[in-house]
């Protein structure tokens, strides 16, 4: 079992940036290691559907963003702190949603593996709120 915790979430004006965190902690060593899992941000806003905003592999190497954040939000990750990291930069007021973080375990995969799928995620955060104003 995978925790996941989130931190970084607020209200912003439009133009503005923040930068989410997402901690990882497990009981079992083999849960521990945080790099056999891929890493993902996905965010919902009310009424609609929860959609992916970017994944990174085990290593780092590589990442996924979707099509709406695509030049505007960074992931990356920290292995030896277990933690994943998203940069949003240039804010609008669409990207204000509840933003989850998302492990999915993937050590019979090559480090440069990730996943772009919310099915293929094992383990989720409760989320942080992220409001921007116009």
């Known amino acids: 079992q995978v925790q996941l915790v989130e931190s970084g979430g607020g209200l912003v004006q439009a133009g503005g940036s923040l930068r989410l965190s997402c901690a990882a902690s497990a009981r079992t060593a083999s849960a521990r290691t945080f790099t056999n899992y891929g890493m993902g941000w996905f965010r919902q806003a009310p009424g609609k559907e929860r959609e992916v905003v970017a994944a990174v592999s085990r290593s780092g190497s590589n990442t996924y963003y979707g099509d709406s954040v695509k030049g505007r939000f960074t992931i990356s990750r920290d292995n030896a702190k277990n933690t994943a990291y998203l940069q949003m930069s240039s804010l609008k007021p669409e990207d204000t949603a509840v933003y989850h973080c998302?492990?999915?375990?993937?050590?019979?995969?090559?480090?440069?593996?990730?996943?772009?799928?919310?099915?293929?995620?094992?383990?989720w955060g409760q989320g942080t709120q992220v409001t921007v104003s116009s």
């Open positions: 998302a492990a999915a375990y993937l050590a019979a995969f090559p480090h440069t593996a990730f996943r772009n799928r919310r099915d293929d995620y094992n383990y």
